[in-house]
């Protein structure tokens, strides 16, 4: 996930990764920066809720 606001950002950002995108098809998506960090809140907080759960499973 990549944000950025304005379209030359993108264009150094799409230089930076070009070696990875194209040799390992790594996918990514241009949103804005409070957009990706929103999407970034996501998994971050899956895995603090499997891990309390898992936690207090084996608290017991």
């Known amino acids: 996930m990549l944000g950025a606001d304005h379209e ?5 950002i799409q230089r930076i990764y070009s070696h990875f995108v194209n040799h ?10 409070e957009t990706a960090e929103a ?3 996501v998994p971050n907080t899956l895995l603090f809720t ?3 759960f898992w ?6």
Request: hydrophobic fraction near 35%.
């Open 8 to 12: 030359a950002d993108f264009q150094i």
């Open 39 to 41: 999407i970034k809140y």
């Open 24 to 33: 390992v098809r790594i996918r990514y998506i241009e949103t804005t920066p």
């Open 50 to 52: 499997y891990s309390s």
């Open 55 to 60: 936690n207090g499973v084996g608290a017991r």
